[in-house]
């Protein structure tokens, strides 16, 4: 079965949005716009979402509300601590593999 995304709960007033300062909050559009005007890439906001929804089923990013407009509010605050260990994770990984190879190959040409 595939994973199916999120459900959402009702949909909330952006005033209801929780507020707090230590958390970085934001809508698919607005991470859409951030984009375009960061990088100069136009993304449209569902592809967007898309990829969001598989990062937050991954636990990459945290989806935390939908508005009454039926965007979904994100959680990014510990977003880039959870992608560098996940980078991190994948490199140490890529050099085991590769120290194997090379213990392997001097091993057998001993």
């Known amino acids: ?16 949005v929780p507020a707090d300062d230590d958390r970085v909050l934001a809508t698919t559009a607005q991470l859409a716009r951030t984009v375009e005007d960061a990088l100069g890439v136009s993304l449209e906001p569902s592809t967007l979402e898309d990829l969001l929804l598989e990062l937050d089923r991954q636990e990459y990013v945290e989806w935390v509300t939908v508005t009454r407009t039926g965007d979904y509010v994100w959680d990014l605050s510990e977003s880039p601590d959870r992608i560098a260990d996940a980078v991190a994770e994948a ?18 040409s001993a």
């Open 1 to 16: 079965m595939a994973d199916q995304p999120p459900s959402p709960p009702t949909p909330t007033t952006d005033a209801q």
């Open 91 to 108: 490199v140490v990984a890529r050099i085991d593999e590769w120290i194997a190879e090379q213990t392997d190959a001097q091993d057998g």
